[in-house]
């Protein structure tokens, strides 16, 4: 692996990418957003990009299993949706790789700053000043639209999908922040589960780095899924609230770059 001299021996550069991962994982299983730290790690070593985020892939989706068993075994999951939701992200996001592969993402950041901005402030509103939750007479074929919907915005493009996840369960549905969290582990389990098979059989996940990665990606993810169940909403509110801002930050340089 070529590492940077800022990094140092190749040993230094796992310890360092575990290190990020287990704080990436700590911030996903709450608000999504992981991808922030580790991708610009993984990349950070010397990894072509290619190969940084198929490698990103693999290790984020163990933290993302691990966030999902948490939150089912503490009850934090409603488990009617489970089918509908999984099935709906899995064909969005096959969709969106394939897509993906023939046409660039890039046009897409002005829309997903607009959109995040949104979320940021919706997090930010007392919840009784949030907009109104429709009734919906066929709720499961609107879950099943928002999964797909997500799941191929997360293969075709992905940053920020957790955070839009959370707030468009609580806007769709009604969900407390911290139960969207829970219920957002499912659609992101779908979409990350499908995108790691396709970069996998395409050969660009390097494991001896992602397996490291994913151990420590996951150890976060238990602790960040018991912290949101413990911490309650306010706590949640204000870790998707900083995710976001983040992204939209980290967007919004990388537009003005290009």
């Known amino acids: 692996m070529s590492v940077l001299p800022s990094i140092g021996s190749p040993e230094a550069s796992i310890v360092f990418l575990v290190l990020a991962a287990f704080f990436a994982g700590v911030v996903d299983s709450i608000a999504g957003g992981g991808g922030l730290i580790t991708l610009p790690a993984l990349l950070a070593t010397g990894l072509p990009p290619h190969l940084a985020l198929a490698t990103n892939k693999g290790q984020s989706s163990f933290g993302v299993v691990a966030s999902f068993v948490s939150f089912w075994r503490r009850d934090g999951i409603d488990r009617d949706r489970v089918p509908v939701a999984f099935l709906g992200s899995m064909l969005g996001a096959i969709a969106g790789a394939l897509l993906v592969m023939a046409v660039r993402p890039e046009p897409l950041r002005p829309l997903v700053m607009t959109l995040l901005v949104v979320a940021a402030i919706i997090v930010a509103m007392p919840r009784r000043m949030r907009p ?20 191929f915005y997360d293969g075709f493009f992905g940053p920020g999908a957790g955070s839009l996840l959370i707030v468009g369960f609580t806007m769709l549905f ?3 922040l911290t139960r969207a969290s829970g219920n957002a582990k499912t659609i992101n389990l779908a979409s990350n589960l499908t995108a790691l098979t396709l970069f996998a059989v395409r050969g660009n996940v390097i494991w001896h780095i992602a397996l490291p990665m994913a151990a420590a990606s996951a150890a976060g993810a ?4 018991r912290l ?3 911490r309650g909403d306010r706590f949640v509110g204000a870790v998707v609230f900083c995710v976001v801002i983040a992204i939209v930050v980290k967007l919004g340089s990388d537009f003005v770059r290009h």
Do not use: E, H, Y
Request: proline share 3%; no cysteine; net charge positive.
């Open 132 to 151: 109104q939750v429709r009734a919906w007479k066929n709720p499961k074929a609107v879950l099943a639209g928002f999964a797909l919907a997500i799941g």
């Open 174 to 176: 009604g969900d407390t």
């Open 228 to 230: 949101a169940m413990r």
């Open 222 to 225: 238990f602790v960040g899924s």
